[in-house]
């Protein structure tokens, strides 16, 4: 068993974008159809520039699979680009505001192209390939991802817009992943405003897990605390600029009495994967301490406006010095609903992570067996036979 780890490599104009993926069990069933399904999703939505229109991104498996099952080896998969012209690409001389231009040809002494190709968030679509083979994972184990926009530019959600687990599967049937029509109406009028002005926005997006075990992340370090991973691997992602966990920022502002979540017990026969724990309300999020405490998780991402704007902000020419306008590259207005399906497929990846860590094993096989006896050491509450000592240990010392 290896720790489950991700590398990707690729330009945004070359040949193609490629996961790494080191530390998958033996004997998952690899669907390629599902993980298609996640690249074709990435494509989509309101906003969206011209590449989208000449890519069909699919995921091709050079290693690691066989007759569809993982062979406990890397996977490397492949998004092979059509727009291929890495090295006809033209070359930029008046840095855009807001990527990674001006920095990159500064610390790396390199061409503006050069850095922008790799910076690009066609990188993405490595991302969701290995997310999404992560989540066949998590589905192994019952835990399903699903997102939606709250707020796009100026338009938002109203504040006691709840949407339950029922209302997220709606979202892919909105070109702006929003719940509320009229929102929907609106948010496509504020892109469809952007774009006529030459501008871009971007705005905030939910993902939401359901069937996390009780248990993932630990309390005991900084770096593995679950909330710290989550937000450094949503932050990583192109124009990610904040995350909260649960009511994150809008905490601060609350009493505690508004914000923690009561604890109940339900019995049940059936081994549970919170144990029975549950919580009239979630403002935690599904995370206390670091680790995930059987509720829903909860994560808000926002994401900055789209940075090559069409009416280009004023710049300077790295070769003579002169200011001007910023390059002009060909550009979404707003990627927030792509952005929020990379986030459901990325957070998996940072799951699948945690979950291996806990239940890891070699083998599917195995890993569930060490998730089945997990769930009955937790669920042992109510039965005296299996009941803790005072201090949580079994009667007769340590199991
Ligand atoms: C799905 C997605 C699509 C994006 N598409 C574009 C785009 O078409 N044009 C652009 O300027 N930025 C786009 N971005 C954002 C840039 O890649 C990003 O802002 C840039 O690399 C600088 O990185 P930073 O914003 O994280 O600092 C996109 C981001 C995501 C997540």
Same mark, same amino acid.
């Given at each position: 068993?290896?720790?489950?780890?991700?590398?990707?490599?690729?330009?945004?104009?070359?040949?193609?974008?490629?996961?790494?993926?080191?530390? $998958?069990?033996?004997?998952?069933?690899?669907?390629? +159809?599902?993980?298609?399904?996640?690249?074709?999703?990435?494509?989509?939505?309101?906003?969206?520039?011209?590449?989208?229109?000449?890519?069909?991104?699919?995921?091709?498996?050079?290693?690691?699979?066989?007759?569809?099952?993982?062979?406990?080896?890397?996977?490397?998969?492949?998004?092979?680009?059509?727009?291929?012209?890495?090295?006809?690409?033209?070359?930029?001389?008046?840095?855009?505001?807001?990527?990674?231009?001006?920095?990159?040809?500064?610390?790396?002494?390199?061409?503006?192209?050069?850095?922008?190709?790799?910076?690009?968030?066609? &990188?993405?679509?490595?991302?969701?390939?290995?997310?999404?083979?992560?989540?066949?994972?998590?589905?192994?184990?019952?835990?399903?991802?699903?997102?939606?926009?709250?707020?796009?530019?100026?338009?938002?959600?109203?504040?006691?817009?709840?949407?339950?687990?029922?209302?997220?599967?709606?979202?892919?049937?909105? &070109?702006?992943?929003?719940?509320?029509?009229?929102?929907?109406?609106?948010?496509?009028?504020?892109?469809?405003?952007?774009?006529?002005?030459?501008?871009?926005?971007?705005?905030?997006?939910?993902?939401?897990?359901?069937?996390?075990?009780?248990?993932?992340?630990?309390?005991?370090?900084?770096?593995?605390?679950?909330?710290?991973?989550?937000?450094?691997?949503?932050?990583?992602?192109?124009?990610?600029?904040?995350? &909260? $966990?649960?009511?994150?920022?809008?905490?601060?502002?609350?009493?505690?009495?508004?914000?923690?979540?009561?604890?109940?017990?339900?019995?049940?026969?059936?081994?549970?994967?919170?144990?029975?724990?549950?919580?009239?309300?979630?403002?935690?999020?599904?995370?206390?301490?670091?680790?995930?405490?059987?509720?829903?998780?909860?994560?808000?991402?926002?994401?900055?406006?789209?940075?090559?704007?069409?009416?280009?902000?004023?710049?300077?020419?790295?070769?003579?010095?002169?200011?001007?306008?910023?390059?002009?590259?060909?550009?979404?207005?707003?990627?927030?609903?792509?952005? +929020?399906?990379?986030?459901?497929?990325?957070?998996?990846?940072?799951?699948?992570?945690?979950?291996?860590?806990?239940?890891?094993?070699?083998?599917?096989?195995?890993?569930?067996?060490?998730?089945?006896?997990?769930?009955?050491? $937790?669920?042992?509450?109510?039965?005296?036979?299996?009941?803790?000592?005072?201090?949580?240990?079994?009667?007769?010392?340590?199991?």
């Amino acid at each position: 068993m290896s720790q489950l780890t991700f590398h990707s490599a690729g330009e945004s104009h070359g040949r193609g974008c490629f996961a790494f993926v080191e530390g $998958i069990p033996y004997g998952l069933a690899i669907d390629n +159809a599902f993980i298609d399904e996640q690249l074709a999703r990435r494509q989509k939505g309101y906003g969206r520039g011209g590449r989208m229109k000449i890519e069909t991104d699919k995921a091709e498996v050079l290693s690691g699979v066989r007759r569809g099952i993982s062979m406990g080896a890397p996977i490397l998969l492949a998004v092979w680009n059509k727009d291929y012209r890495l090295d006809k690409a033209p070359e930029l001389d008046c840095p855009r505001p807001g990527h990674a231009d001006l920095a990159g040809h500064l610390k790396f002494n390199a061409p503006i192209r050069d850095i922008l190709e790799r910076a690009s968030a066609r &990188e993405t679509s490595a991302r969701v390939a290995c997310g999404a083979l992560c989540r066949l994972l998590l589905k192994e184990f019952g835990i399903e991802v699903r997102s939606h926009v709250v707020a796009l530019g100026p338009v938002e959600l109203p504040a006691d817009f709840q949407a339950t687990w029922d209302d997220l599967a709606r979202a892919d049937a909105s &070109e702006v992943r929003c719940l509320d029509a009229a929102c929907d109406e609106k948010m496509r009028a504020a892109i469809d405003d952007a774009k006529k002005n030459g501008d871009t926005l971007g705005g905030i997006f939910e993902v939401v897990v359901q069937g996390l075990p009780v248990g993932l992340g630990d309390h005991t370090q900084w770096d593995r605390k679950l909330d710290g991973r989550i937000g450094q691997a949503m932050m990583s992602i192109q124009a990610i600029k904040g995350v &909260e $966990i649960g009511l994150g920022f809008r905490a601060a502002r609350l009493k505690g009495s508004q914000v923690h979540d009561a604890i109940e017990h339900v019995k049940s026969k059936a081994p549970r994967s919170d144990a029975g724990f549950v919580r009239p309300t979630n403002g935690a999020g599904g995370l206390e301490g670091g680790i995930t405490n059987g509720a829903p998780l909860v994560v808000r991402v926002a994401m900055k406006p789209i940075s090559t704007l069409m009416k280009p902000l004023m710049s300077v020419n790295i070769q003579t010095g002169e200011a001007t306008k910023a390059d002009v590259e060909r550009s979404d207005y707003c990627a927030l609903p792509a952005a +929020a399906v990379v986030g459901e497929n990325w957070l998996s990846f940072v799951l699948a992570q945690a979950f291996c860590e806990k239940f890891g094993g070699d083998s599917i096989v195995e890993m569930k067996r060490n998730y089945d006896g997990y769930l009955k050491q $937790i669920n042992k509450l109510g039965q005296p036979e299996n009941a803790p000592g005072k201090h949580g240990v079994s009667e007769g010392g340590r199991e």
